[in-house]
């Protein structure tokens, strides 16, 4: 029987449960936290019974009311629940259930706002289940304080295992997830080098552009100012050649003044195909097909070459010309004698063009080299004009000079001293140069001078002893000059003539074919002109070999390059000489040819 004012526990079959009850308690029930008696003492029954059923006999969450309320866990030392701290409880865990739900509806309204294809949908998935973990743990929590409902908390547990191994199986993805942050920062760093970098190149293709474009700039101007200068240089020998010219075609003139007319003529005439062969030798070192020919040579002669060219052009302004040779210059030196002959005149030929009084000088002497092979040192100075310090590097330009002032004052292509820094450099050597502003410069050239005997440069030089001699053999030798101008058929026929050749002449090279192929005459040589009408040179020259002529072909052409050469002796030519002629030259090559091909037949 129960004791006075204690409640009794009924179940759904009417039976009663006494509630357990400690002897200490002096009576007071005591609830224990797990007790199916306390829980069932503590359920409500809302809305009564029916028929002798209640709503705990359908709470399967709560194992038919046999699971404890949360509230009999927190009790005070009397046995009553601490309401207080219930309530606390309960307003702090809706609290952050509030902010929990508030996450949760940004994070699904930002998720939403972005397009399909930019939502990050296991980031999304994750909060989902982090937010649903808190939610329902925090509002089972303050539920279970009231309604024990620990099955409905294991059912929701389930399902929530359920997403979240869903989630876990597919870790990956969410590992790149979880980088985006670090492949964002590394992304925009990637980017910061890119546009660095990029602005970097840039800046020096811009800079490398402006530079290009100030040397094209510099370029043009300098050879705007080369054609200008090339204008002045041809025109001028041209006036007086076709104004002497014309005066000895008057007629009205001592014998006195047409050879000094004549003289003028001739110098005027040289100094263009020197303007021209500058142009042309620039054009083959820039091509890199300009050659040296390395041959047994005296110093001194060079030295006596350069001084007999220039002196007159020295002494008719007044200056005094010395050349000095050192005492140990050797006999013979292996070198190209013409290149440096065309450097030394380059040189001495400026010396004397910058000086208005004064001196100029040129000295030679044999200096050892770092490994201690011989070089030859050649220094040319004059007392002229000099040269500012800041153009001693550009004189070496082409097209260069110091200024356009001493282009205007002294003329001249500004080609010399690049063509002639270049030679000394395809000789092995270097051209230096030291001057002071006013005070005269001094040009120094040092190429490799290997010694050779004084043999062989004898040997060399006795040619011309030999083409002397077979000059008598020659004379009356037959020639066809097949050239289709007329005025150089007329020249050049002169010179032949004179020489003591019996000279044929024919206007183009089909012509020429013909006369030799038809048998009108044995020719002992052919001088063929390579650009005719009708048939040019090279075609004649292989026409010529396939028919079976065997005697000797000399080509003349305008064209000077390398090349033009090469084709002229490919086509079947033995030798090859280039416009305007040089007669000494050119009757000793047609000696030479024709005595060539006579050996083997006097051996025969």
């Known amino acids: 029987m129960n004791a006075p004012g204690r409640p009794t526990r009924v179940h759904a079959d009417a039976t009663p449960v006494t509630p357990l009850s400690s002897p200490s308690s002096g009576g007071v029930d005591v609830g224990v936290c797990g007790s199916s008696e306390a829980a069932g003492a503590s359920l409500p029954v809302a809305g009564g019974s029916w028929g002798g059923l209640s709503l705990r006999d359908f709470d399967v969450f709560s194992n038919f009311g046999n699971y404890m309320p949360r509230t009999h866990c927190m009790s005070t030392a009397e046995g009553s629940t601490d309401w207080l701290w219930v309530i606390l409880l309960g307003l702090g865990t809706l609290g952050v259930i509030g902010a929990y739900a508030r996450i949760m509806l940004f994070w699904r309204k930002a998720y939403l706002a972005e397009a399909p294809q930019d939502r990050n949908t296991k980031m999304y998935d994750l ?43 597919n870790l990956e993805g969410f590992g790149v997830s979880l980088q985006a942050k670090r492949l964002e920062r590394e ?41 200008a200068g090339m204008s002045h240089e041809i025109r001028t020998p041209m006036t007086a ?26 110098r005027n005439g040289e100094h263009l195909i020197e303007v021209i062969n500058d142009v042309l030798d620039l054009s083959k070192i820039e091509a890199g097909r300009m050659e040296v020919d390395h041959q047994a040579s005296s110093p001194r002669r060079l030295l006596e070459d350069v001084d007999s060219m220039l002196r007159h052009r020295a002494e008719s302004k007044g200056l005094k010309l010395e050349v000095v040779g050192g005492a140990d210059l050797p006999e013979a030196i292996v070198t190209d004698p013409t290149r440096v002959r065309q450097i030394l005149t380059n040189l001495l030929g400026n010396a004397i063009k910058f000086t208005e009084s004064g001196s100029v000088t040129i000295r030679a002497w044999m200096d050892g080299g770092a490994d201690g092979s011989p070089w030859l040192v050649v220094e040319v ?70 010694s050779a005997s004084a043999g062989d440069y004898e040997a060399g030089a006795g040619t011309a002893h030999a083409d002397d001699a077979s000059a008598v053999e020659c004379r ?7 050239d289709d101008g007329a005025d150089n058929r007329r020249l050049i026929g002169h010179h032949l003539r004179k020489a003591g050749f019996r000279v044929d002449e024919a206007g183009d090279g089909a012509e020429a074919v013909r006369r030799v192929l038809e048998g009108e005459g044995s020719f002992d040589l052919i001088v063929l002109d390579m650009q005719m009408p009708v ?54 090559t047609c000696r030479t040819l024709i005595e060539q091909h006579r050996r083997p037949a006097r051996a025969a």
């Open 381 to 450: 100075g004059d007392s002229g004009i000099g040269i500012p310090a800041e153009c001693l590097e550009a004189i070496f330009q082409p097209f260069r000079q110091a200024d356009a002032t001493t282009t205007r004052r002294f003329g001249g292509t500004g080609l010399g001293l690049s063509i002639s820094r270049n030679l000394a450099e395809l000789l092995g050597g270097t051209l230096s140069v030291q001057s002071e502003l006013g005070c005269g410069s001094v040009f120094t050239l040092r190429i490799p001078a290997p």
């Open 127 to 169: 909060a989902q289940i982090f937010l649903w973990c808190a939610i329902c743990g925090y509002a089972m929590s303050i539920v279970m304080f009231f309604w024990p409902a620990y099955r409905l908390l294991a059912v929701l547990l389930v399902m929530l295992n359920l997403w979240s191994w869903k989630f876990a199986a």
């Open 535 to 588: 048939m040019d040179g090279y075609t004649a020259a292989r026409t010529l070999r396939e028919s079976g002529w065997v005697g000797p072909i000399l080509a003349l052409t305008a064209n000077a390059m390398h090349e033009d050469r090469e084709r002229c002796l490919t086509a079947g030519c033995d030798e090859y000489g280039a416009k305007p002629i040089d007669a000494p030259t050119l009757i000793a």
């Open 476 to 482: 009356g030798s037959r020639v066809l000059l097949a």
């Open 187 to 227: 992304l925009a760093e990637s980017l910061t080098r890119e546009k660095a970098e990029l602005e970097r190149l840039v800046a020096q293709r811009t800079s490398e552009l402006e530079r290009m474009t100030d040397e094209a700039e510099a370029a043009n101007r300098a050879k705007s100012d080369f054609i």
């Open 241 to 266: 050649i076709l104004g002497f010219a014309e005066l000895i075609r008057s007629g009205d003139l001592t014998p006195e003044e047409q050879a000094e007319h004549a003289e003028t003529i001739c």
